[in-house]
T-cell receptor, first 115, second 111 residues
């Protein structure tokens, strides 16, 4: 158990809908990362937050947004869903905002299926 | 193409044999990490090697890093069926702001 909790574990929805994925980082970790894993694209970095502030942005679509709340949990909002958004969405946390010694602790992921 | 790319894409060996996976990357890195993922599960950190290190060991794992060739290798010795998983290298290119993962190597260890 990594200590990172993601909900829901599975989600099935229709095209055009909006969903929210939630992540609770390990106790004390200030950094949260979101990754998308699909069969054809591998593990793609979406966005990173540190202590409530956005720190880095990757290949995140404009239809997607995220935030980190004062209690450090994070939410990833996916809107106007398309079939291609079906994927595993991982949250990872790390105690460091920067520095070369950070390892990531991954949650078990949220599997999104868009029909 | 990706910052980190593992080679081979898939590897099948017998229990007890050694497994070697390679990772190549393109830009300068602060550190390189290897992760393991069992099918459909979250990734688990295995080992981290800093850019000024050349070799690191952890149990049955041995990682090497050659910054001049921008490559790393992960050796798993005396493999077990439980080592069956996908293995990913991740490069830290921006001091923890973005870890770039390769597509992974799928390792199958046959009993």
């Amino acid at each position: 158990d990594s200590g990172v909790t993601q909900t829901p574990k599975h989600l099935i929805t229709a095209t055009g809908q909006r969903v929210t994925l939630r992540c609770s980082p390990r106790s004390g970790d200030l950094s949260v990362y979101w990754y998308q894993q699909s069969l054809d694209q591998g593990l793609q970095f979406l966005i990173q937050y540190y202590n409530g502030e956005e720190r880095a942005k990757g290949n995140i679509l404009e239809r997607f947004s995220a935030q980190q709340f004062p209690d450090l949990h994070s939410e990833l909002n996916l809107s106007s869903l398309e079939l291609g958004d079906s994927a595993l969405y991982f949250c990872a946390s790390s105690p460091l905002s920067s520095g070369s010694n950070g390892e990531l602790f991954f949650g078990e992921g949220s599997r999104l299926t868009v029909l | 193409s990706q910052q980190g790319e593992e080679d081979p894409q898939a590897l099948s060996i017998q229990e007890g044999e050694n497994a070697t996976m390679n990772c190549s990357y393109k830009t300068s890195i602060n550190n390189l990490q290897w992760y393991r993922q069992n099918s459909g599960r979250g990734l688990v950190h295995l080992i981290l090697i800093r850019s000024n290190e050349r070799e690191k060991h952890s149990g049955r794992l041995r990682v090497t890093l050659d910054t001049s060739k921008k490559s790393s290798s992960l050796l798993i010795t005396a493999s077990r069926a439980a080592d069956t998983a996908s293995y990913f290298c991740a490069t830290d290119i921006n001091y923890g702001q973005n870890f770039v993962f390769g597509p992974g190597t799928r390792l199958s260890v046959l009993p």
